[in-house]
């Protein structure tokens, strides 16, 4: 045996002594317990807690889509000083970057003590989330009304999305190549939009179909106008004529435009504290906002760390993690190769066993959302293995469907690693899977990452009435989110 493994062999001795004698010292309770943390956390952690929610809610209520978020980190980063990897030809400790990924994916960095070389600490969330796309020809006038035809984005359940007040988001390109962004319902002074529904007194067939039926993916239609352009007589579609007055005037679209549109239609509302005792938030876009802002918070609190720590916001997650924007793009590869290279001394040092070494010894948390616990709904949950709202951070060893179909399996060490920096930092966590095991079933962005080879696990907090156009979180689950992946990108690796 080499002289450094016999002190290695010591050194473990050693330490196996020491926590037998710990173990003796301290009562160890073998029984697994997962509390609600109102009932076991210090009023000074419910009321940083209380106060998390409030920078959370204001950030999320001006980054409803993918491109928002994006433009509002960009922003956050550039004020803490970090730079466009662009414009550097090297990367030394401390060193602060960030890349846009087509603008609707984001990915920043700090450069750590240790070499890039021997890897990455990373959080990974998706900051699109469910909602209604306009079509590429989307207007159309019927009996006297306009409306926006739409496409319904991610998984939802169509009748949600009918007869509450919807805002327009997103940016059209016009022929002139200007780009447009459009923000239409959120001020209080701003019109909304409607899809309507038929009234319950006639309403008796309808209520006799399924679910999934009784409004149908093109009926999820939206009100946009009821004015006629004057002169009405001698205008064909005179209602639908005025709209389009009305959109070239205001931002000089013609309707031939909408066929660049990235335009989304979600819900007019703000985050708002829920509860007498505001224990939770509802809002709409929790999955993943509530995952993705505390990553980048804690990426943000990243001076000098031990290794390099980077935070991947990406798009396009609700449909799979396709398109160049999307965790399946090779644009999020090549941001941590850009970082490798220009460690090593510039873009011509690239080294691809190097590169390919590093991801080995990388280790990621993919940060999203998991359903909590709803005693409603009880039966599509096994008790003992799911996440209950204001029971903290959920590790979530495995996702998929039916005989684990489509997941990525953390590695056992990996996730031990992980409960032991939780247990040094007082982080408390509880663990689960879905719901039960053939009620049916779900993915991340953690299969795509485990494949370039790192380290992965999901880790998110539990939402109530997911995918819906108002969803619901527990604000000192958000809190302890953001404390647990700090702990992970300081500490791990
Ligand atoms: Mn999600
Ligand atoms: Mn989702």
């Given at each position: 045996m080499p002289a450094n493994n016999k002190s290695a062999a010591k050194a473990a001795a050693k330490a196996s002594k020491a926590s037998k004698s710990e173990k003796k010292n301290k009562k160890i309770d073998p029984k697994a317990e997962f509390p609600n943390l109102y009932e076991t956390s210090s009023a000074e952690d419910i009321e940083a807690a209380m106060s998390f929610a409030e920078d959370y809610k204001t950030f999320i209520d001006i980054s409803k889509t993918e491109r928002e978020f994006v433009k509002n980190a960009r922003e956050a980063c550039e004020s803490l000083g970090f730079k466009d990897i662009a414009g550097l030809d090297t990367l030394k400790a401390g060193d602060k970057v960030y890349a846009s990924i087509k603008d609707k994916g984001f990915v920043c960095a700090v450069i750590g003590k240790r070499p890039v070389s021997e890897g990455f600490n990373i959080l990974g969330a998706h900051i699109d989330s469910p909602r209604l796309d306009l079509k590429p020809n989307p207007v159309f006038e019927d009996t006297e009304t306009v409306y926006f035809k739409t496409h319904y984005y991610g998984g939802i359940k169509k009748y949600q999305w009918t007869t509450i007040p919807l805002a327009l988001h997103g940016t059209i390109y016009t022929s002139d190549g200007n780009a447009r962004d459009i923000i239409i319902g959120e001020k209080d002074t701003d019109p909304v939009f409607y899809i309507t529904d038929l009234l319950p007194h006639l309403g008796r067939e309808q209520m006799k179909g399924n679910a999934e039926d009784f409004i149908p993916a093109e009926d999820l239609t939206v009100v946009i106008g009821g004015i006629p352009a004057k002169g009405k007589d001698k205008i064909k579609e005179p209602y639908k004529a005025a709209i389009l007055k009305y959109l070239y005037d205001e931002y000089g679209i013609v309707e031939k435009d909408f066929v660049s549109g990235e335009l989304e239609i979600v819900p007019a509302t703000r985050a708002r504290d829920l509860g007498l005792d505001r224990a939770y938030i509802a809002a709409y876009g929790h999955d993943d906002k509530c995952c993705a802002y505390p990553a980048l918070m804690a990426l943000l609190a990243q001076d000098k760390p031990k290794r390099t720590c980077v935070a991947f916001l990406t798009d396009k997650e609700e449909i799979g993690s396709y398109s160049n924007s999307g965790a399946q793009s090779v644009l999020y590869e090549n941001f941590l190769m850009e970082l490798l290279a220009k460690n090593l001394g510039g873009i011509d040092k690239f080294n691809m066993l190097v590169y390919r070494k590093a991801l080995e010894n990388t280790k990621m948390l993919s940060t999203d959302v998991t359903t909590g616990f709803d005693p409603k709904y009880a039966n599509v949950f096994e008790k003992n293995n799911t996440a209950f709202l204001s029971h903290g951070v959920k590790i979530e060893k495995y996702t998929g469907a039916?005989?684990?179909?489509g997941t990525n399996e953390a590695n056992g060490d990996f996730v031990a690693d992980i409960t032991k920096i939780f247990a040094d930092n007082s982080i408390p966590w509880q663990t689960g899977e879905l719901g039960k095991i053939d009620a049916g079933g779900g993915g991340t962005i953690s299969c795509y990452m485990a494949k370039m080879g790192m380290d992965v696990v999901d880790m998110g907090i539990p939402v109530w009435s997911m995918h819906a156009p108002v969803e619901v979180i527990s604000k000192i689950d958000l809190y302890f989110l953001y404390l647990a992946y700090k702990a992970f990108v300081e500490q791990i690796g």
């Amino acid at each position: 045996m080499p002289a450094n493994n016999k002190s290695a062999a010591k050194a473990a001795a050693k330490a196996s002594k020491a926590s037998k004698s710990e173990k003796k010292n301290k009562k160890i309770d073998p029984k697994a317990e997962f509390p609600n943390l109102y009932e076991t956390s210090s009023a000074e952690d419910i009321e940083a807690a209380m106060s998390f929610a409030e920078d959370y809610k204001t950030f999320i209520d001006i980054s409803k889509t993918e491109r928002e978020f994006v433009k509002n980190a960009r922003e956050a980063c550039e004020s803490l000083g970090f730079k466009d990897i662009a414009g550097l030809d090297t990367l030394k400790a401390g060193d602060k970057v960030y890349a846009s990924i087509k603008d609707k994916g984001f990915v920043c960095a700090v450069i750590g003590k240790r070499p890039v070389s021997e890897g990455f600490n990373i959080l990974g969330a998706h900051i699109d989330s469910p909602r209604l796309d306009l079509k590429p020809n989307p207007v159309f006038e019927d009996t006297e009304t306009v409306y926006f035809k739409t496409h319904y984005y991610g998984g939802i359940k169509k009748y949600q999305w009918t007869t509450i007040p919807l805002a327009l988001h997103g940016t059209i390109y016009t022929s002139d190549g200007n780009a447009r962004d459009i923000i239409i319902g959120e001020k209080d002074t701003d019109p909304v939009f409607y899809i309507t529904d038929l009234l319950p007194h006639l309403g008796r067939e309808q209520m006799k179909g399924n679910a999934e039926d009784f409004i149908p993916a093109e009926d999820l239609t939206v009100v946009i106008g009821g004015i006629p352009a004057k002169g009405k007589d001698k205008i064909k579609e005179p209602y639908k004529a005025a709209i389009l007055k009305y959109l070239y005037d205001e931002y000089g679209i013609v309707e031939k435009d909408f066929v660049s549109g990235e335009l989304e239609i979600v819900p007019a509302t703000r985050a708002r504290d829920l509860g007498l005792d505001r224990a939770y938030i509802a809002a709409y876009g929790h999955d993943d906002k509530c995952c993705a802002y505390p990553a980048l918070m804690a990426l943000l609190a990243q001076d000098k760390p031990k290794r390099t720590c980077v935070a991947f916001l990406t798009d396009k997650e609700e449909i799979g993690s396709y398109s160049n924007s999307g965790a399946q793009s090779v644009l999020y590869e090549n941001f941590l190769m850009e970082l490798l290279a220009k460690n090593l001394g510039g873009i011509d040092k690239f080294n691809m066993l190097v590169y390919r070494k590093a991801l080995e010894n990388t280790k990621m948390l993919s940060t999203d959302v998991t359903t909590g616990f709803d005693p409603k709904y009880a039966n599509v949950f096994e008790k003992n293995n799911t996440a209950f709202l204001s029971h903290g951070v959920k590790i979530e060893k495995y996702t998929g469907a039916r005989g684990k179909s489509g997941t990525n399996e953390a590695n056992g060490d990996f996730v031990a690693d992980i409960t032991k920096i939780f247990a040094d930092n007082s982080i408390p966590w509880q663990t689960g899977e879905l719901g039960k095991i053939d009620a049916g079933g779900g993915g991340t962005i953690s299969c795509y990452m485990a494949k370039m080879g790192m380290d992965v696990v999901d880790m998110g907090i539990p939402v109530w009435s997911m995918h819906a156009p108002v969803e619901v979180i527990s604000k000192i689950d958000l809190y302890f989110l953001y404390l647990a992946y700090k702990a992970f990108v300081e500490q791990i690796g």
